[in-house]
């Protein structure tokens, strides 16, 4: 399978879980923390369809905490683990601020998006993304 098809396959699952209905543009980033430091706070924005999939490598056993702060309300989160085709955390069901326990070592994805109700009408979030690993 071709990287494309892969990410295609991923932005379809993610939809199905609650990601946004259609991406116009996906933008990756992968986040790195300061020399001495367990930690970072992102701040951005999105605006519609617009996701940002956030990179992070994490070993099993490490614990990972992630706050979402925005001035919108539709905006959420779900963490991914590698090779998952379901979110592990969805943080339009669960909330916008977890801890989760890493299952497996590697590189997870935390994707921020905006709901398909904000999307659709064009609305811009800036927001606060909050990373701490344990």
């Known amino acids: 399978m071709t990287y494309r098809k892969l ?9 199905i879980g609650g990601a946004p209905a259609m991406a116009d543009d996906i933008r990756r980033e992968t986040v790195h923390f300061a020399p001495g430091t367990s930690g970072s706070t992102i701040n951005a924005r999105i605006k519609g369809y617009n996701s940002v999939q956030y990179s992070l490598g994490v070993r099993a056993g490490q614990k990972m905490s992630v706050q979402l702060d925005s001035n919108n309300a539709s905006l959420y989160f779900n963490i991914t683990a590698p090779g998952a085709t379901e979110a592990l955390y969805n943080s339009s069901i669960d909330g916008n601020g977890t801890s989760v326990t890493i299952p497996s070592s590697g590189t997870y994805v935390i994707d921020v998006y905006l709901m398909r109700n904000a999307a659709r009408r064009g609305e811009t979030a800036n927001y606060s993304l909050t990373l701490y690993v344990e």
């Not at 990410?7 to 939809?15: G, P």
């Open 7 to 15: 990410t295609r396959l991923v932005a379809v699952l993610l939809m």
